[in-house]
């Protein structure tokens, strides 16, 4: 993991009720080598939180991994709530270390993608995602758990083996700071033409299937970009599922094709685009080089890798106006549903 400066503030509050809980001390961590992070970000947090009753204090560090092990300092501290602003990487860094301690967890959008927030239908801007933090309520998702040789990753949107890795690992921070989103279309166009296919074993709770692939996707939420493409209606971040999605392409024109496809929403099997849906999940390459994987957009070596789900992991602060429809298992928030249009 490429080193970064982050920067802590932990934040002493006048007692707030969610749903009758007491709320008395949180934990900000911010990464302001994210693609949408900067000072000016940090202050309106800051300052948003000041005038919702929120005392702060800032402290800084730049040494990599700070995210979760603040995070896990603060869960051994018994703060109650955890706010992450960075991308989706910094997220789970801090996801990692409250996975099942029902501490809430804020997120003030600040990196590429941002995903997650985007799934849950957060607020862009850091004043606007503070006062969401603010007033909100927490609703408890699902996450995936994937084994690494350095111990157990995560994820919330989804991990993936093939392009969509190679793209994530080619497109730099600079690039990312600079252009944004722009720069992951930028990387993915150029590498259209070098898209190719091979065998992979993908097992679905123990089912076991081989097909080709250029990339494989095992996902927790429904929009790989929020809300413009979402993968089928019927996927959400609290279902207890993963949902497999393997496309098969060769070159420019079947990578241009097979992504019209998949805005159609087909149907499992058709075309190039196959469907499955399971708690664990295992991905393996039969054919040619090792090809790459991710997890929320971070890299996490080479395939094979192995997913499984994690029913109500983490419990993220959202916006009741916002937040798709459908209840919510404890939040009392109204909870996931794909919004139609």
């Given at each position: ?29 911010t ?83 941002n995903?997650?927030a ?28 994937v ?151 971070e ?21 009741p ?21």
């Amino acid at each position: 993991m490429a080193l970064f400066v982050t920067t802590i503030a932990v934040l002493r509050l006048v007692p707030k009720s969610w749903n009758g809980t007491s709320v008395a001390r949180a934990m900000l961590i911010t990464n302001p080598a994210a693609g949408r992070a900067d000072a000016r970000a940090v202050t309106a947090i800051r300052d948003t939180l000041r005038r919702g009753g929120w005392s702060v204090e800032v402290l800084a560090t730049a040494r990599g991994g700070d995210a979760r092990r603040f995070a896990e300092q603060g869960r051994a501290q018994g703060v109650d709530v955890l706010v992450c602003h960075g991308g989706d990487g910094t997220a789970m860094q801090v996801a990692a270390a409250t996975v099942g301690s029902g501490i809430p967890l804020g997120l003030v959008p600040g990196g590429t993608g941002n995903l997650l927030a985007g799934n849950l239908r957060l607020p862009r801007s850091p004043a606007a995602a503070a006062r969401a933090i603010l007033e909100g309520t927490p609703l408890t998702i699902d996450l995936g758990a994937v084994e690494r040789a350095d111990g157990t990753h995560y994820f919330a949107v989804c991990s993936g083996a093939g392009f969509d890795a190679r793209l994530m690992a080619a497109t730099g921070a600079a690039e990312k700071r600079r252009w944004k989103m722009g720069a992951y279309v930028a990387r993915a166009c150029a590498a259209l033409p070098s898209v190719r296919s091979a065998r992979h074993r993908v097992t679905v709770d123990g089912e076991a299937r081989e097909l080709r692939a250029a990339m494989v996707l095992v996902a927790n939420c429904g929009e790989l970009v929020p809300p413009f493409l979402r993968l089928r209606d019927d996927i959400a971040p609290d279902d207890g599922w993963l949902d497999v999605l393997a496309l098969q392409a060769d070159g420019t024109w079947e990578s241009v094709s097979v992504f019209f496809e998949l805005l159609r929403r087909p149907r499992s099997g058709s075309g190039r685009v196959w469907f499955g849906r399971g708690r664990t999940v295992r991905v393996e390459v039969l054919e040619g080089p090792p090809r790459p994987i991710q997890l929320d957009g971070e890299p996490a070596g080479d395939a094979p890798f192995e997913a499984r789900i994690l029913p109500a992991a983490l419990r993220v602060i959202v916006d009741p106006a916002r937040v798709p429809r459908r209840l919510a298992r404890e939040s009392g928030a109204r909870a996931w549903e794909p919004s139609r249009g």
